[in-house]
């Protein structure tokens, strides 16, 4: 499987592979691609998010401000204002091997 191929995918297409492939290689590309266009995975949430803009409050343990995200059970974007993103629980790993858990 090509990296360049799903840099080119839509961000829905990417999702779909992310939360339907677990543990596949598609998965782990499909979330390098998501991480390349700036989304960030939350690991207690299991969701993907995205700032709209800068964070309000910035420090070294979390930033608060508003985000949009994939909400996998509508299975639709979403924003959610006001939301405090712990780093704790960003997903900071290389993508070369499992990833999300």
């Known amino acids: 499987m090509d990296s360049k191929f799903y840099a080119g995918l839509e961000c829905e297409s990417l999702f779909f592979m992310f939360y339907y492939e677990e543990g596949s290689l598609a998965q782990v590309l499909a979330a390098k ?4 266009k700036i ?3 939350h690991k207690q949430l299991r ?3 995205q700032r709209l803009e800068t964070p309000k ?3 070294t343990e979390f930033e608060r401000g508003n985000y949009r995200y994939w909400d996998f059970i509508s299975w639709s974007e979403k924003i959610r204002n006001d939301f405090t993103f712990e780093y704790r629980y960003l997903e900071n790993v290389e993508l070369s091997g499992e990833f999300g858990r």
């Open 47 to 49: 969701t993907w998010f």
């Open 33 to 36: 691609a998501l991480k390349a």
């Open 57 to 59: 409050v910035i420090n």
């Open 39 to 41: 989304w960030r995975y």
